[in-house]
Nanobody
Framework: VQLQASGGGLVQAGGSLTLSCAAS????????LGWFRQVAGKERKFLAG????????YDEVAGKGRFTISKDDVKKTVSLQMNSLEPDDTARYYC?????????????????WGQGTQVTVSS
């Protein structure tokens, strides 16, 4: 199983980014998928998840309604669109897959992780 995240980079505050995660080696359509982020020295935090049936869950405290998760079962990709980015959004962003098929919010529920992509928001 491989999850390859991309789309990170340097963006000014107020800008937007769309992260993408390409999956291989798993029956993608049966998995729950999530996006997390982590700042060095701190715990990995849930941002958004999408279940195999398309149900979505967001951490509204972190996202404040600015993030949208989506997936494409044919392309085997899961994306996170992020708008109105703030310096506090600076972190490494990870995609993950859970065989539960559900959009779990705890990292321990995900068996497979991508390598992460760095997002840096300048003020």
């Amino acid at each position: 199983v491989q999850l390859q995240a991309s789309g990170g980079g340097l963006v000014q505050a107020g800008g937007s980014l769309t992260l993408s995660c390409a999956a291989s080696g798993l029956r993608f359509e049966f998995y729950g998928l999530g996006w997390f982020r982590q700042v060095a020295g701190k715990e990995r935090k849930f941002l958004a998840g999408i279940g195999r049936n398309g149900g979505k869950t967001y951490d509204e405290v972190a996202g404040k309604g600015r993030f949208t998760i989506s997936k494409d079962d044919v392309k085997k990709t899961v994306s996170l669109q992020m708008n109105s980015l703030e310096p506090d959004d600076t972190a490494r962003y990870y995609c993950a897959a859970s065989s539960s098929g559900l959009e779990r919010v705890v990292p321990e529920s995900y068996e497979h992780w991508g390598q992460g992509t760095q997002v840096t928001v300048s003020s």
